[in-house]
């Protein structure tokens, strides 16, 4: 047996075949016993179709060898233009780029300059334009903090001669000689209700009757019993929280 170097790469060796092999040239079987070529990862070769395609240099130069080369030269010779491509359009690409980007303006006018206080946001005008104000209101909060206990105007017997806030929804309104009585219940009598005096509706520059009817409403004031239900006397229009609206009012 000996071992011939095929261009510096795994040894070609011949040997006497232990188990029989199918010849990498010509296709047909070598039975075991039999001396051929032998190289790790590629397989044997009948002796005469060795020796048929040896150079005369001893290194191997089959088609198998050749036909693998050519992809690889094929490859190469393709990145050497892309990067041949590219390298000359630089020069347009330098001349042609998009200006970088501006940052998005913070207002649709010119007039305008944005400048944040606490909980006020102002669009200051620059000239001769009216300011636009926004300022936090009670639109998404239903009620404001209240200071006092507040409680549900089913439970307002239950609280006589206590400072409170009664929670409820006003369903029936009714102006009586100048005096107003908002009840929370049909009829009311045995029920909580508020009532709002003659003498104090100087305070209210709005109908009362018509503007708390089907509000859903907190009053505070002093429970007091009167004809066996509980009442509280309005006597300012900043007693009665509205919903959504806090002291809002028309």
């Not at 007039?111 to 006020?120: E, I, K, N, R």
């Not at 998404?140 to 239950?158: E, G």
Request: glycine content about 6%.
């Amino acid at each position: 047996m000996y071992v011939l170097v095929l261009n510096g790469e795994v040894p070609l060796r011949k040997i006497s075949l232990i188990y029989p092999g199918k010849c990498v040239t010509c296709g047909r079987w070598i039975p075991e016993g039999e001396t051929a070529y032998w190289e790790k990862g590629r397989g044997v070769w009948h002796v005469d179709c060795y020796e048929a395609r040896r150079e005369t240099t001893h290194s191997w130069s089959g088609p198998a060898r050749s036909q693998r080369a050519k992809p690889v030269v094929i490859a190469i010779l393709v990145v050497v233009v892309v990067l041949a491509a590219g390298v000359a359009a630089l020069p347009y690409f330098a001349t042609n780029a998009a200006p970088p980007a501006q940052p998005a303006q913070t207002a649709t006018s010119s007039f305008f300059q944005a400048s944040v206080v606490p909980s006020t946001t102002e669009l200051i005008p620059t000239t001769s334009q009216a300011a636009i104000v926004t300022t936090p209101t009670t639109q998404n909060v239903k009620w404001l903090p209240s200071t006092t206990k507040v409680i549900m105007w089913t439970d307002a017997s239950k609280y006589v001669g206590q400072y409170v806030t009664v929670e409820g929804t006003i369903v029936f309104t009714k102006n009586s000689a100048g005096t107003i009585f908002l009840d929370f219940r049909m009829p009311y009598q045995g029920y909580f209700y508020a009532v709002i005096f003659s003498s104090a509706s100087s305070s209210f520059h709005f109908s009362a009757v018509g503007f708390y009817l089907n509000k859903e409403v907190r009053i505070t004031g002093n429970i007091q019993l009167y004809n066996g239900s509980p009442e509280i006397i309005v006597n300012s229009p900043s007693q009665i929280e509205v919903a959504y609206m806090g002291f809002n009012y028309p």
